[in-house]
């Protein structure tokens, strides 16, 4: 069974940048049909997809965050990985690394790490 | 970009009840592209439908979803203590993934 595993700092400085990394278990990144994605959540508010990352490092993100934004994956340890440069206070979220199930079908995104909480503050 | 809005905000009911959600989009989707998601406090979402109709891999059967083109709905027969969530629809159109602001089910 897939388990996600998301890591990295809670507490990032304005301007500076956020790196996140998310380890699968349980299961190989480079199996194809899976996209892997990352979504936000600001504090009391609704879900924000960020963008998600083939195993062949096709990228596919949210065009307001475009320009900030850096993903990619490392096969060799099964991990994938989030970098949102000039961070403000905006950014202050939980971030979650998830599954996205697709192969000429949209199946959902049906696995979830625990969710990492990141505060923008100085 | 497609927007979608579901209603309403909050629902409050209880164990036993039936409850119908809607999530309406700005513009027609392709019904594959709609999922419906369940959030508990504290906790990631789970998936609960997927292609508007199709239940994901261990979700009871009193979660059912229904819809196309603009109107989609989730329903879900015979709350059970463990309902008690927000629901967030999702869909995706030109290379965007968005979600709705959610249906709060409370316990009444």
């Known amino acids: 069974q897939v388990q996600l595993q998301g890591s990295g700092p809670g507490l990032v400085k304005p301007s500076q940048t956020l790196s996140l990394t998310c380890t699968v278990s349980?299961?190989?990144?480079?199996?194809?049909?899976?996209?892997w994605s990352w979504i936000r959540q600001h504090p009391g508010k609704g879900l924000e997809w960020i963008g998600h990352i083939y195993y062949t490092g096709s990228i596919y993100n949210n065009p307001s965050l475009k320009s900030r934004l850096t993903m990619s994956v490392d096969t060799s340890k099964n991990q994938f990985s989030l970098k949102l440069s000039s961070v403000t206070a905006a950014d202050t979220a939980v971030y979650y690394c998830?599954?996205?199930?697709?192969?000429?079908?949209?199946?959902?995104?049906?696995?979830w790490g625990q969710g990492t909480t990141v505060t923008v503050s100085s | 970009e497609i927007v979608l809005t579901q209603s309403p905000g909050t629902l409050s009911l209880s164990p036993g009840e039936r409850v119908t959600l809607s999530c309406r989009a700005s513009?027609?989707?392709?019904?594959?592209?709609l999922a419906w998601y369940q959030q508990k406090p504290g906790q990631a979402p789970r998936l609960l439908i997927y292609g508007a109709s199709s239940r994901a891999t261990g979700i009871p059967d009193r979660f059912s979803g229904s819809g196309s083109g603009t109107d989609f709905t989730l329903t879900i027969n015979r709350l059970e203590p463990e309902d008690f969530a927000v629901y967030y629809c999702?869909?995706?159109?030109?290379?965007?993934?968005?979600f709705g602001q959610g249906t709060k089910v409370e316990i009444k």
């Open positions: 349980g299961g190989s990144l480079s199996s194809g049909g899976y996209y």
């Open positions: 998830a599954r996205l199930r697709s192969s000429n079908y949209y199946y959902g995104m049906d696995v």
């Open positions: 513009q027609s989707l392709n019904s594959m592209y």
């Open positions: 999702q869909q995706y159109s030109n290379s965007l993934w968005t």
